[in-house]
């Protein structure tokens, strides 16, 4: 025993002492995918969430109008996160309710409640590039991340509003996603995201989001308060405030299904 | 009826709490329809063109326990100028909610949706429905129950006690989109000596396994549909409903795979003047982001079959639909939906198109159309074939 341990930690020694080298080896692919490992890995363990999303949609002519949302989220370990989203405004569509079960590879399974029918429908997950709420951000943009959604390429390091960042190009690997590729900058302390910019199916500059007023909640999980969306070939916004966050209140599998749907509210 | 619903009333707004923590919340909408019918009536008392109907329909929403205790209550009135049986009132919902650990009760008085398919809800069958507010069928009476529904691994079970009958409402002597006779629901009658207290029971399993959304039930009770009888009373003709016992088993099912949306609906009715089975099923495949747009456009096919054939009291027996739902997914939520029925039976047609968008945050605006084709006397739909009508509909928010 002792002495499979004591080769162990000189595999383990070898390993870390040759580890420089291996990293001059590293392809700008590879390390790409492990900067995306390690910022899953940073963010892992949050448990469940819920919180207030309001978002603020402008049109070219500065008009505004109002989404008022409340989520609940769950961890799902292996897996992508379940949600149950409950709309307050617009009026007209109060006390509709969202419930997905996201995957990490394959479709994600999702159901809408529409009040005024008592209706719970499944609905098609195919529909991700489409625009959430007639918003500027699409569904994909609003779903958890998870690392097999992507292939990576690491292109530089570059000051940024976090210190200094990875700057990371993202392919997304389903053939339904809006994009040809998203460049991310990820700060190379706490791997938070302070900007994307997304590339549309002809790999034009589509849209640009940035991220603002992050928070540090349980000492480990940072959220923004503010994400700002802004669609460069329709000259729209929207921005995207986070409020009353709060973590491990207890939510378990069973708040997330159907009878938790159609009580949302 | 009336007094049992106010005792029920009654008892779940003793249950509120007097001091704990309680959340209370108003909201709901008033809505304002003008109807068009672009032909003359062809029956007596229906000689109008124009209808220009109200409606308003607040909800009140208590929370306390912590989340675990909830009420609804929406009462709901429509006052119409030219049909004085349009006019009326119902409460929709007076529902108190209790949950648990993987169960909850709903006592009161709710509506409850069963069913997948678009143009046809054939095993959706626990509320009334409420023919006199619009003619699409989808707007329901309140239902009273206790509804016991238990969330388990292999799905979640409803078990429900239905005590006491909502008569269906029909179109009154100066209401259009009726036949040739009203009905008079004043003389209904039943096959059950317990009339419309006679209690109803029903279960039903749900569940999802992978793309397989699907469900099964019983029904024993009343059976919302009504025969109607031609009687003579008073010395005039008129129909009136006859309500007989049921036991229906029904199945639905979607599969959502990719873009396509597979759906059946299946029931078997059994009472004492009939035993049969019907059918509807379908699909509807969406092309999303059309034209490099942000907008959808849904294609529907769907066919609706009674084993009782034309001798069915239903209208669809034999029919096919075509629909197409376009939504442009922009700020105003605006979407058009547009359908075909086709009945193989007696070559007739209907036309409905809907629009709607939203305008400003508490505004919407609606515009339906119903039009119909029908030239056998023996068809359902020969009743309504002169009420085509466009339908515009305003809608404020609160």
Redesign the interface.
């Known amino acids: 025993m002792t002495l499979l341990n004591k080769s162990l930690k000189s595999i383990l020694i070898a390993g870390l002492v040759a580890s420089p080298i291996i990293a001059a080896a590293e392809t700008a692919e590879e390390k790409g995918m492990r900067i995306a490992v390690e910022a899953k890995a940073s963010d892992k363990g949050w448990q469940d969430m819920q919180a207030n999303m309001n978002m603020i ?1 402008r ?1 070219k002519l500065g008009q505004e ?2 989404r008022e949302i409340r989520m609940k989220s769950l961890e799902v370990e292996g897996d992508g996160d379940k949600s149950l989203s409950v709309f307050d ?6 006390g509709t309710a969202f419930l997905s079960f996201s995957h990490a590879i394959g ?1 994600d ?1 999702q159901w809408l409640y529409l009040p005024k ?11 991700k ?3 959430f ?3 500027e951000f699409s569904y994909e943009d609003l779903s958890s991340f998870e690392v097999e959604k992507y292939t990576y390429k690491f292109i530089k390091d570059e000051a940024c509003e976090g210190g200094t960042c990875y700057v990371v190009e993202q392919y997304p690997v389903d053939k ?1 996603s ?1 994009y040809t590729r998203r460049v991310v900058w990820l700060d190379q302390e706490e791997y938070r995201p302070w900007k994307i910019d997304f590339y549309d199916r002809k790999d034009s500059p589509l849209k640009t989001l940035t991220y603002h007023d992050y928070q540090e909640y349980k000492a480990k999980h940072w959220r923004p308060d503010l994400m700002k969306m802004i669609n460069h070939q329709s000259g729209k916004s929207t921005d995207l405030t986070y409020g009353s966050y709060t973590f491990q209140t207890g939510l378990s599998d ?1 708040d997330f ?3 938790t749907l159609k ?1 949302a ?1 | 009826m009336g007094i049992s619903k106010l005792l029920l009333a009654a008892g779940l707004i003793s249950a509120l709490p007097v001091h704990a923590e309680t959340f209370y919340e108003m909201s709901g909408k008033v809505t304002a329809d003008l109807r068009y019918f672009t032909q003359e009536a062809q029956f007596q008392n229906q000689n109008y063109d124009t209808n220009l109907s109200f409606t308003v329909e607040p909800e009140f929403y208590w929370e306390w326990n912590d989340g675990i205790d909830n009420l609804t209550f929406t009462p709901f009135i429509r006052v119409d100028e030219n049909d004085s049986r349009r006019t009326h009132a119902d409460i929709r919902e007076l529902n108190w909610i209790h949950i648990g650990d993987n169960w909850e009760l709903r006592t009161g008085i709710q509506k409850v949706f069963w069913g997948v398919t678009e143009f046809q809800h054939l095993v959706d069958v626990i509320n009334q429905t409420d023919a006199v507010d619009d003619f699409d069928g989808e707007d329901k009476l309140g239902q009273q129950m206790i509804n016991l529904s238990l969330v388990r691994d292999w799905g979640i079970i409803d078990l429900y006690v239905l005590p006491g009958f909502r008569e269906r409402t029909f179109v009154g002597e100066n209401g259009r989109l009726r036949g040739g006779l009203a009905v008079n629901d004043d003389h209904a009658t039943y096959e059950s000596s317990a009339g419309e207290n006679h209690i109803d029971t029903a279960i039903r399993w749900s569940h999802t396994l992978g793309d397989f959304d699907l469900g099964a039930y019983w029904f024993h009770g009343t059976n919302r549909d009504p025969n109607l009888q031609v009687k003579n009373i008073n010395g005039t003709t008129v129909l009136t409903p006859h309500y007989e016992q049921m036991d229906q088993i029904g199945f639905d099912l979607q599969a959502t795979i990719d873009s396509w949306l597979w759906k059946i609906e299946s029931i078997h009715r059994d009472t004492t003047s009939d035993s049969y089975w019907a059918l509807q099923g379908g699909f509807e495949y969406t092309l999303y982001g059309i034209q490099e747009s942000a907008a959808d456009l849904g294609v529907l096919i769907e066919y609706g079959w009674d084993e009782r054939g034309t001798d069915a009291d239903a209208a669809i027996q034999n029919d096919l639909f075509f629909g197409a739902r376009l939504a442009l997914n922009d700020a105003e939520s605006t979407e058009l939906l547009a359908g075909i029925s086709h009945d193989l039976d007696y070559d007739s047609q209907s036309l409905i198109f809907e629009a709607s968008r939203r305008v400003g945050d508490d505004w919407t605006l609606n515009l339906d159309g119903r039009f119909f084709s029908s030239d056998d006397p023996l068809d359902l739909s020969y009743n309504i074939k002169q009420d085509d009508h466009l339908q515009f509909t305003v809608e404020r928010y609160f």
């Open positions: 949609l049109n109008s109002i405004k617009p009026r007209d569509v109060k479709a399974d029918l008592k209706r719970v429908k499944r609905i098609a997950s195919r529909n590039s489409g625009p709420m007639g918003s339904n809006g069973s299904n159907k009878n009580r509210r």
